[in-house]
């Protein structure tokens, strides 16, 4: 989220700083997929120039991905709120949403797993700084990679563990 469109937006000696930056995170502005092109120009139509971004913030990524799985959940649950949104939940849980920003589901923790790119801030022909798709990595969960008996073989995250090794002759 290092380079958010509200990042992007910088002016002066910061936006000139900004490029070149690596970064990653859910989505991509060069990316071309029509998917998320059609989003972009939905999200570009939605406001005037000089009141929006050159392309969705993540903000604005995440809430339509938000909104959207709770309108999915809401019709296959046939709109029942009833004992404790039961019937919502266990909607939402198996949910695979199509999302401009690719394919996201839930795990058995009900954490994402979703795509994420590897970006690199660039000026665009207007002189915008966007994210420069470099890699789509799909299926990204909080694992990051490893099986759950890995996972629970490493323990919980705290500021020991895992431990912070030097490298010899550091």
């Not at 709120?81 to 849980?93: I, P, T, V």
């Not at 590897?118 to 990204?140: P, Q």
Request: glycine share 8%; charged share 25%; hydrophobic share 35%.
């Amino acid at each position: 989220i290092m380079v958010d469109g509200t990042v992007l937006s910088s002016k002066g000696k910061a936006k000139e700083a900004l490029i070149g930056t690596p970064a990653s995170g859910p989505q991509a502005d060069t990316w071309d997929d029509p998917k998320w092109q059609a989003f972009v120009k939905s999200y570009q139509d939605a406001f005037p120039p000089e009141k929006r971004f050159p392309s969705p913030s993540l903000l604005a990524t995440g809430y339509y991905n938000a909104a959207m799985a709770a309108h999915k959940g809401l019709e296959a649950a046939k709109g029942d709120l009833s004992d404790g949104h039961k019937a919502f939940r266990a909607a939402l849980s198996s949910l695979e949403l199509d999302a401009p920003n690719g394919k996201i589901t839930l795990d058995e923790n009900r954490q994402a797993i979703g795509s994420n790119f590897v970006i690199e801030v660039v000026k665009d022909s207007d002189g915008n700084l966007v994210s420069k798709m470099v890699k789509k990595v799909d299926g990204v969960n909080q694992r990051l990679g490893l099986s759950n008996e890995q996972m629970k073989n490493m323990g919980l995250p705290s500021r020991d563990n895992p431990e912070c090794k030097m490298p010899m002759g550091s």
